[in-house]
């Protein structure tokens, strides 16, 4: 089975700041990858596909990167709305990794 | 408006069965799959399984199959998750997602339902 690896787990972040969130794949994937953002008691929101697609609508500071078992999703430039945990899938496999949540330092 | 609508929320004892719905609106319903995803409380995203409304065509994750039953009715336009006997340890909102692309088996989920919280107690 492949496994997705999200690091870090928890990610302490001002407004402003560029961060980077870390997917790995136990085994290649190609792009076959997707990022989604949930915010509490919210249900999660697709950014990003194909490991580097952006979705519609979501916001040019995030972007996406990698192929094959390393992959990154950046937000730019923070802003107050973006801290909430995002997760990687792998949708040949359906497979999620365990969450990054981003928090405000 | 494209949406999905899950069923409200359900407080249950163990032992009891219970089926939700997952309602698709504004668009071919019976044309895209439909993925039903765990989020016990405080954790992450797990996907259960998913099914093709237009033949109810279904995968399940290994870690759901024969705990959960996926059905769906096209002519409603609604998918179910469906237990016969609930566990306290089924604690847990669900969402309904539909996949982007008509009749793709592996794909992302671009449109989520708002969530139904299970909850099982004694």
């Known amino acids: 089975d492949i496994q997705m690896t999200q690091s870090p787990s928890t990610l302490s972040a001002s407004v402003g700041d560029r961060v980077t969130i870390t997917c790995r794949a136990s085994q290649s994937i190609s792009t076959w990858l997707a990022w989604y953002q949930q915010k509490p008691g919210k249900a999660p929101n697709l950014l990003i596909y194909?490991?580097?697609t952006l979705e519609s609508g979501v916001p040019s500071r995030f972007s996406g990167s990698g192929s094959g078992t390393e992959f990154t999703l950046t937000i730019s430039s923070l802003q107050p709305d973006d801290f909430a945990t995002y997760y990687c899938q792998h949708y040949n496999t359906y497979t999620f990794g365990q969450g990054t949540k981003l928090e405000i330092k | 408006e494209v949406q999905l609508v899950q069923s409200g929320a359900e407080v249950k004892k163990p032992g009891e069965s219970l089926k939700i719905s997952c309602k698709g609106f504004?668009?071919?319903?019976?044309?895209?799959?439909i993925g039903w995803v765990r989020q016990m409380p405080g954790k992450g995203l797990e996907w259960m399984g998913i099914?093709?409304?237009?033949?109810?065509?279904?995968k399940y994750s290994p870690s759901f199959q024969g705990q959960v039953t996926i059905s769906a009715d096209k002519s409603i336009s609604t998918a179910y998750l469906q237990w016969n006997s609930l566990k306290a340890s089924d604690t847990a909102i669900y969402y309904c997602?539909?996949?982007?692309?008509?009749?793709?088996?592996?794909?992302?989920?671009?449109?989520w339902g708002q969530g139904t919280l299970v909850t099982v107690s004694s």
């Open positions: 099914i093709y409304p237009g033949d109810s065509h279904t």
């Open positions: 504004g668009y071919s319903f019976s044309a895209y799959w």
């Open positions: 194909k490991a580097s």
């Open positions: 997602a539909r996949h982007r692309s008509t009749g793709n088996y592996y794909d992302w989920f671009d449109l």
